[in-house]
């Protein structure tokens, strides 16, 4: 399946819940802080992932995808394009992999969709979670 299809678009709209979102910000004039917050309005479940660690959006913040002690739906990435191959070869290094890696507006990286297709994962780059939520009215 090609990234950006429209079928893994409404899949993770109407299926998953929990969101493991790489980049996130504690600062809430971020865009990876606002989007985050839509969707955990929308009833998603928000896992950041930050290496400074703490909490945010009264979740716990975890160092690296692969300290999550629990399955996540879809790995979402608001770092800049040159790290989104990183977040892959993280995803592969993960016990129970996720389904979907979605890449926020702005981040675009052949590569990086390449080897996480080559990975069975569903893919989804330059694209906004939260937009694509309104859009589809969930």
Known sequence: MAANDPNT???VLNGPKVLAVVGLSDNPARPSYH????????GYRIVPVNPKGGEILGEKVYASLTEIPFPVDVVQVFRA????????REIAEMTVKPKVLWMQE????DQAVAE????????VQ???????????NV
Do not use: F, H
């Not at 989007?35 to 929308?42: A, H």
């Not at 394009?81 to 892959?88: E, N």
């Not at 996480?116 to 893919?123: F, I, K, Q």
């Open 126 to 136: 330059d694209r906004c979670l939260y937009k694509e939520a309104v859009k589809a």
């Open 106 to 109: 702005g981040v675009v990286n």
């Open 9 to 11: 678009i409404a899949w």
């Open 116 to 123: 996480a297709e080559r990975m069975g994962l569903l893919t």
């Open 35 to 42: 989007v985050s917050q839509e969707m955990q309005r929308r």
């Open 81 to 88: 394009p040159q790290y989104a191959l990183d977040v892959v």
